[in-house]
């Protein structure tokens, strides 16, 4: 079995920053991509970015150049360093990643979500 639990989620001004955690745990063999996405209310869930397992990221338009996705593969955790933030960031953001357990069966786990409001 393999658990990924967010962290680090709260609110927070416009302008300020957050940085969310995503731990990884269970029977892990190999954590493959990774990726963070998000949820607002009344909107689909939408990718915000990703990071492959040798630490190459892509983001989405709309938070390039004010988030970072990065990577401790030795504590199978990934990060999401949100800068200047804004009001539409507001959304309950969940980590995914593409998992190889040690049964060798190959899967795609969620986290259960952490919210993120940025308001005045």
């Known amino acids: 079995q393999v658990q990924l639990v967010e962290s680090g989620g709260g609110l927070v001004q416009p302008g300020g920053s957050l940085r969310l955690s995503c731990a990884s745990s269970?029977?892990?063999?190999?954590?493959?991509?990774m990726g963070w996405y998000r949820q607002a209310p009344g909107k689909q869930r939408e990718l915000v970015g990703a990071?492959?397992?040798?630490?190459?990221?892509n983001y989405a338009d709309s938070v390039k150049g004010r988030f970072t996705i990065s990577r401790d593969n030795a504590k199978n955790t990934m990060y999401l360093q949100m800068n200047s933030l804004k009001p539409e960031d507001t959304a309950v953001y969940y980590c995914?990643?593409?998992?190889?357990?040690?049964?060798?069966?190959?899967?795609?786990?969620w986290g259960q979500g952490t919210q993120v409001t940025v308001s005045s």
């Open positions: 995914n990643a593409d998992v190889l357990a040690t049964t060798r069966a190959r899967a795609a786990y």
């Open positions: 269970g029977s892990i063999a190999h954590i493959y991509d």
């Open positions: 990071i492959i397992s040798g630490g190459s990221t």
